[in-house]
């Protein structure tokens, strides 16, 4: 009795410390990515929803969620934002010019069609595909949305992109009865996700002859 009760003492500090960096450090982390694009932010939330799977304490997984939602949320108004300024200014804008550095002409003509077609609807999408948010923003900024019309598209998007990383943080978790070999799993289903949308497009691109 005595060492369960022992183990339990040592282990809530240890949640406790958990907590107390952890969702600070994802909000922080998941920010960034949201402003400087390489930052592999889909990976941070499942393995922070593995690492909450595990936990004894309610609503950390809710926290998690709330936390990178809104993370991404303000990151992407953020970077928006400093894209119109360097749309309206006449030397532009480092932003800007980063903006458009990773987001292809095919890809960006391929979002303006979709935006043209679906409106508002796109912005969820863009979030859900790998490295499509980028191209349907500068699509955005170039058809001169106001930012409230962007953040407003924006806040289911980022809403279903917390939701459906954590859900693979959630699998990862449920399979191992370690917290780490979850966040092993978990990037590795992040990063195959990642990575396939442009596998698929080398390998369908028709070859010269």
Request: hydrophobic share 55%.
């Amino acid at each position: 009795m005595r060492w369960w009760l022992a183990a339990a003492v040592t282990a809530v500090p240890a949640e406790s410390t958990q907590r107390a960096i952890g969702y600070p450090s994802l909000f922080l982390l998941v920010l960034i990515g949201a402003l400087v694009p390489v930052v592999p932010t889909g990976a941070l939330v499942s393995s922070a929803a593995v690492v909450a799977f595990h936990q004894t304490a309610p609503f950390a997984l809710a926290l998690v969620f709330a936390t990178a939602s809104l993370a991404a949320f303000l990151g992407d108004a953020a970077l928006y934002w400093l894209g119109r300024r360097g749309m309206r200014s006449r030397n532009g804008s480092r932003w800007l010019e980063a903006i458009r550095a990773r987001a292809p002409q095919e890809r960006l003509e391929q979002a303006q069609g979709k935006l043209a077609d679906h409106g508002t609807a796109v912005l969820v999408l863009s979030r859900m595909v790998p490295a499509g948010r980028i191209p349907v923003m500068l699509a955005c900024l170039m058809a001169r949305w106001p930012l409230r019309r962007f953040v407003r598209g924006n806040l289911p998007a980022c809403l279903a992109w917390a939701a459906t990383y954590q859900l693979i943080g959630i699998l990862g978790g449920s399979l191992f009865p370690q917290p780490w070999q979850g966040v092993v799993t978990a990037v590795a289903l992040t990063v195959v996700i990642s990575a396939a949308p442009s596998v698929w497009r080398r390998i369908s691109r028709p070859r010269a002859v």
